[in-house]
């Protein structure tokens, strides 16, 4: 089980977010972060734990190990308002967090 | 570039059975992890089924075992999933994606979609 909060949080333009991702058991550094915006597919951000993709700009950042991990996204875009999930890589089944609506 | 398409959704009865299909556009399918995620209207991501790039191991979430299958045909390019004894909590938005399996398994590019509606 991951469990991912705050469910959802207003911020404007500039802001700092944090969001952050506690699973059930001990996962090492084998997590992934997911950003989705509305009527789109998931993108993968962020994998084992902190790796960033290539691409994705150096404002999000991922750290953690265990069990309690965190996306942080620093200067928020006009574009980074959207949802965000977290997802243990390490064990079948493979789960996600609830989400996190990063809102206006 | 890589594109995943999926196709074969559409409107089923309760009980019924319908068959998803995955196919590649430009990346060496085959060697490749492939899964399938599901998405239910306004809800969050949930995991599915997911094979290997041999074919020869394949997971399944609990709420679909023994009722779907997974599959991939290796001459075609494509990836299966067969539902059987479909049912309105199946209602969702299927996406297959190519899963990487270095740091465990994860999902670094997925199709558009495709809606299955479980109803009568």
């Known amino acids: 089980q991951m469990t991912q909060s705050p469910s959802s949080v207003s911020a404007s333009v500039g802001d700092t977010v944090t969001i952050t991702c506690r699973a059930s058991?001990?996962?090492?550094?084998?997590l992934a972060w997911y950003q989705q915006k509305p009527g789109k597919a998931p993108n993968l951000l962020i994998y084992?734990?902190?790796t960033l993709v290539d691409g994705v700009p150096s404002r999000f950042s991922g750290s953690g190990s265990g069990t309690d991990f965190t996306l942080t996204i620093s200067s928020l875009q006009p574009e980074d308002f959207a949802t965000y999930y977290c997802?243990?890589?390490?064990?079948?089944?493979?789960?996600f967090g609830g989400g996190t609506k990063v809102e206006i | 570039e890589v594109q995943l398409v999926e196709s074969g959704g559409g409107l089923v009865q309760p009980g019924g059975s319908l068959r998803l299909s995955c196919a590649d556009s430009g990346f060496t399918f085959n060697n490749y992890a492939i899964s399938w995620v599901r998405q239910a209207p306004g809800k969050g991501l949930e995991w599915v089924s997911s094979?290997?790039?041999?074919?020869?191991?394949?997971y399944y979430a609990d709420a679909v075992k023994g009722r779907f299958t997974i599959s991939r045909d290796k001459f075609k390019n494509t990836v299966s999933l067969q539902m059987h004894n479909l049912r309105a909590e199946d209602t969702a938005i299927y996406y297959c994606a190519r899963t990487r399996v270095s740091r465990g398994w994860y999902f670094d590019y997925w199709g558009q979609g495709t809606l299955v509606t479980v109803s009568s």
């Open positions: 084992g734990a902190s």
């Open positions: 997802q243990q890589t390490n064990l079948f089944p493979l789960t």
């Open positions: 094979i290997s790039g041999s074919g020869g191991s394949t």
């Open positions: 058991q001990d996962s090492s550094f084998w």
